[in-house]
C-alpha cells in the first residue's frame, strides 16, 4: 500500500505538469504567443493541478509540493518518514512530466530554434520546463519572491480543512487550492516564475539537463538554480509558523467547552409560567408520591 501511495505521488506531478502545464508552456512558446499567452499557461498548470488533486487525493493525499509535505509534517498531518520519499517521488514525477511534453512538442521545440537547445538569448527554449529570473532582478529580490509566495500559499491552503475554523467542502479542495495557485501565478511571476514548488522546479531542471540543454541550465545567471530549492522550503515554513502563532492556536478547543444545549431546553418556560429551579424540578413529583403514599396509610 505504502509503495502505491509513492507511486500515486509520482503520477501526480506528472499530470500536474505534462498534461497541462509544461504543454501549454511549449505551445505558448513554440507559436510565438499565436496560440496562447502566459494567463492560458497559468491556468493551464491550475487546471492540471486541480485534476491531479481530484484524481489522486483518496489515495496519497494528492502531495505535489515538497514545501506543502514539509508544511503537514511540522503540524502533524503527514509522518516525518514520509517527507523524503514524497519529496522524491515528486522530484521524479515532474522529471517525468516534462520528458512527456518534451516529446509532444518535440519537432516544435526543434522548429523554434534551428535545432538548438539554448538556455538565454531570444529564442531560447530552456524556460518552457524551468523558472529563471528576470534580467532585472538580484539574488535577495529573487529569494524573498519565493518565500513570500510559498508563504502565501501555505497561509491560504492550511485552514481549507481545519474544522475548528471554517473549513471548506472536501470535494471543493482542490477547485479552492487551483484557485489559490493561479492567484499567486497572475500576481508574483513577474520576477523569476512563481515557480513556489521544489520538485517543479528541479525535476524540470534535471531533465532538461539529460535532454540536451546541458550544465548551463545550473550554471546560468550565477548558479541561481539553488533558490528555487531552498526558498520555498524556508517560505513553507515561515507561512507554516505564521499560521500556528496567529490562527491555529487560538483556534477554540471543542472539547473544551460544555454542551449547555440541554439545560437551556430544560429550563426554558412558556410565557406567564413560573420558572422552578433546576434542583427543585427534580425531587417535586417525588415528594407528592411520598404525601400521597403517607395519608393512605393513616
Not at 500536474?16 to 496562447?36: D, L, N, P, W, Y
Not at 413560573?274 to 417525588?286: D, R
Amino acid at each position: 500500500m505504502y509503495t502505491m501511495k509513492l507511486l500515486i505521488t509520482l503520477m501526480s506531478p506528472l499530470k500536474c505538469i505534462f498534461m497541462f502545464g509544461c504543454a501549454a508552456s511549449a505551445q505558448v512558446k513554440t507559436s510565438r504567443e499565436t496560440k496562447g499567452e502566459f494567463l492560458s499557461v497559468a491556468m493551464a498548470f491550475c487546471v492540471g493541478l486541480m485534476s491531479a488533486m481530484y484524481l489522486c487525493g483518496g489515495v496519497s493525499g494528492a502531495h505535489l509540493n515538497p514545501a506543502v509535505s514539509l508544511s503537514f509534517c511540522i503540524i502533524g498531518r503527514l509522518s516525518w518518514k514520509k517527507l523524503l520519499p514524497y519529496s522524491i517521488s515528486q522530484v521524479l514525477g515532474a522529471y517525468l512530466g516534462s520528458a512527456v511534453a518534451f516529446l509532444l512538442y518535440y519537432d516544435a521545440i526543434m522548429d523554434y530554434n534551428q535545432g538548438k537547445l539554448t538556455v538565454t538569448g531570444p529564442n531560447e527554449t530552456a524556460s518552457i520546463f524551468v523558472t529563471y529570473p528576470s534580467e532585472y532582478l538580484s539574488l535577495q529580490g529573487s529569494f524573498l519572491d519565493q518565500v513570500i509566495g510559498t508563504a502565501t500559499l501555505l497561509l491560504c491552503i492550511l485552514p481549507l480543512d481545519e474544522k475548528r475554523n471554517n473549513p471548506a467542502p472536501a470535494g471543493l479542495l482542490p477547485v479552492i487550492v487551483a484557485a489559490v495557485v493561479l492567484g499567486i501565478s497572475l500576481s508574483m511571476s513577474s520576477n523569476c516564475g512563481a515557480a513556489i514548488n521544489p520538485a517543479r522546479d528541479f525535476g524540470p531542471r534535471l531533465f532538461t539537463l539529460t535532454a540536451g540543454w546541458g550544465t548551463e541550465v545550473f550554471t546560468c545567471y550565477n548558479y541561481w538554480f539553488w533558490v528555487p530549492l531552498v526558498a520555498p522550503t524556508l517560505g513553507a515554513i515561515v507561512g507554516t509558523c505564521i499560521y500556528l502563532v496567529f490562527i491555529q492556536w487560538h483556534l477554540p478547543d471543542p472539547e473544551a467547552e460544555p454542551d449547555t444545549r440541554i439545560t437551556d431546553i430544560l429550563e426554558t418556560k412558556p410565557c406567564g409560567m413560573k420558572p422552578v429551579p433546576m434542583e427543585k424540578k427534580g425531587t417535586e413529583g417525588f415528594n407528592r408520591k411520598a404525601s400521597k403514599e403517607k395519608e393512605e396509610r393513616l
